[in-house]
């Protein structure tokens, strides 16, 4: 049986809700937090560092110094068979993305993980399209929403750097001589940025070229689909950044063009967002109801909004509650607590081990669109995400606090 004809049975016996295994994901350059219910033993990795990310429905391949073919790739939960959702999607592409979804669209075109980190992460950014045209690369806007969880040591972000430094074009003065000798003290660098509490339940919106150094807190993070960035803090907490990370996705033109690699990455960064004197206001999410689809007392949360790159939804069920749920189209499952079911089939949230899950699922097109009933059957609150990707909410609601 060919792949096609395999998936098409998958979809048809699972009534267009598909179970997904895991995609974990390891990193050699800093330490987990061990916050991602896997059993102690299972985030070593060896030479590859340990399990530090999970990705959901995930199409992209991480980017690792060892490199793993299909790190960070998910596949089908399909008994006897190993099918990526890439492969499902070329073979499949109309029945799980839709006929007119599927004209302008070949993929899912968004990145779900939830990151788990021991220490704060490097200062950094993810370059801009412009910076990655010559390259075949692919830009990445990307969301934050902190989840109710221990917030490890350090629960602040740093972002940007403080107005005055670019208002007075001290950028390069003061980024240079770090670049260049890439050796500093600890955490340094940060003393240029200003730093965010990580809020449960809150988070951020973010563009790309923007600097940034995420905090401890477990977060949920929604991405173009991309795996992109350069780094700008030689060291976080007494672990060394190799520079590799600094030059990776500078383009050799931009070398060429401003000298040296340090120089080409400092105009990398987008200064003027970066130094936004009201970044909070501007870029702050906090959950906003659905009302559209508002059910009695239930409904659901926009926590991803305000981009037509990618959107997504919070779900809480009370013990019994139940809600119908009808989408514009495809999208993603993610059960963070509690047990119900979804369309009949039981959603453990928190439920996972390397091979297999049952918080994770796919939902295609006219499936989404028919509609499908999810309940919550246990004694605790019910809480899943939904995730959408490009162009499919184009009207969400605007990021902001202005009234």
Known sequence: MDTKAIVEKFIKENDGVLRLRPAWVSHDFLAGG?????KEEDYDCGERGEIIERWFCSETHVVNT??????????????????????????????????????????????????????RLFLHIHPRQEDLNTQGKRSKDEA????????????????????YIVEQGLQYDIFMPILKEWNCKDEDVLKYSFAYQNVPGEGFFLDSGILHAPGTALTMELQESSDVGTMFQPKVEGYDVPKHMLEKDVAPEAIEKYGSVELAALHQIDWEASSDPAFF???????????????????????????????????????????????????????????????????????????????????????????????NTGDIDLELYKYFGKDMYLNTPAIGHSK
């Open 144 to 163: 934050y929403h902190f989840l109710d969880a221990p917030l490890g040591n350090h629960p602040e972000t740093f972002f940007g750097v403080h107005r």
């Open 34 to 38: 061990h916050r991602l219910n896997l």
């Open 281 to 375: 206001e501007h870029r702050h999410l906090f959950p906003k109801p659905v009302e559209e689809t508002r059910q009695g007392d239930v409904f659901e949360e926009w926590i991803f909004y305000g981009s037509t790159k990618f959107s997504g939804k919070r779900l809480i069920l009370h013990p019994g509650q139940k809600f119908f749920s009808k989408e514009i189209g495809v999208h993603n499952i993610f059960v963070w607590k509690g047990t119900g079911t979804v369309n009949g089939n039981k959603v453990i949230g928190g439920r996972c081990d390397l091979n297999s899950c049952d918080d994770e699922l796919l939902v295609v097109c006219d499936k989404a669109r028919e509609g499908y009933w999810i309940e």
């Open 66 to 119: 060892i490199d793993v073919p299909d790190e960070g790739i998910s596949y089908l939960d399909i008994p006897g068979e190993n099918i990526t959702i890439p492969e499902a999607l070329k073979a499949c592409k109309v029945e799980i993305l839709g006929e007119e979804y599927s004209k302008d669209h070949d993929c899912l075109g968004r990145l779900v993980k939830i990151y788990d980190y021991k220490t």
